[in-house]
């Protein structure tokens, strides 16, 4: 379980998150939706440890993890996949399937598993992360979450560079992963696709929830698409 009350953080002197509350239970997906600059990646950096944040609690099973560094929140079970990718260039893909190993409750991901699911990287595993692809360098980014065996998933727009069909197969590990009880918080600019995956919607605007719901609800009301998503 994942719970975030009250939640504040700001880069400098600009407030960006201001007072998010949500909540994510074991084996299932709650999709934050928002329009670009609207504060989505700053929630998900305070929640990692990345970017503290300055009021509110955040946490993991009961347990207050707020403010923790973010290499002591991942070893608590809470993986991220980031926006961007933020592989390490200097090194290969084997390297980061072996930095970002944990073995966690029986899932069983580990980098035999994920070279399974991205095949195209075993011809890449000597190939240092920055000379890859922006499509590789995803996969690279997605295994490396993986391979952690998270309890709780921080996903920040993890289809973007994916081909079509990655995407599909990635809509596939996402519900895997819900039927080993693991808990994800998806941030995702690709609408189909959150509400294909997701079990209930925040929409966020100016650092703010400013509504939850179903995702059928989200998908048959046109209006609040377009407030809210400019759909």
């Given amino acids: 379980m994942l719970e975030v009350e009250d939640l504040h953080a700001a880069y400098g002197d600009s407030r960006i998150v201001q007072g ?8 299932q997906v709650a999709a934050v939706l928002g329009r670009n600059g609207v504060g989505k990646t700053t929630l998900i950096h305070a929640i990692a440890g990345l970017n503290p944040p300055r009021q509110g609690r955040v946490r993991l099973d009961g347990e207050d993890i707020g403010g923790l560094p973010a290499h002591r929140i991942a070893r608590r079970g809470l993986g991220l996949v980031p926006q961007g990718r933020r592989v390490f260039p200097s090194l290969d893909v084997r390297e980061h399937l072996v930095v970002g190993a944990r073995a966690g409750r029986g899932r069983g991901w580990d980098a035999r598993r994920v070279l399974e699911l991205f095949p195209s990287l075993r011809l890449r595993l000597r190939h240092r992360a920055g000379k890859l692809s922006g499509g590789e360098q995803a996969m690279v980014a997605a295994g490396r979450a ?43 600019q690709n609408l189909g696709f959150a509400l294909r995956v997701a079990d209930h919607v925040y929409l966020m605007s100016k650092g703010r929830i400013v509504h939850e719901c179903a995702p059928d609800d989200l998908r048959r009301d046109e209006a609040l698409k377009a407030r809210w998503l400019g759909v």
């Fill in 20 to 27: 998010v509350s949500l909540r994510v239970a074991g084996g």
């Fill in 146 to 188: 993986l391979v952690g065996n998270a309890d709780v998933l921080l996903m920040d727009e993890p289809s973007e560079g994916l081909a079509p069909l990655l995407v599909r197969e990635l809509g596939r590990i996402i519900l895997e992963l819900k039927r080993g009880g693991v808990a994800i918080l998806l941030v995702e």
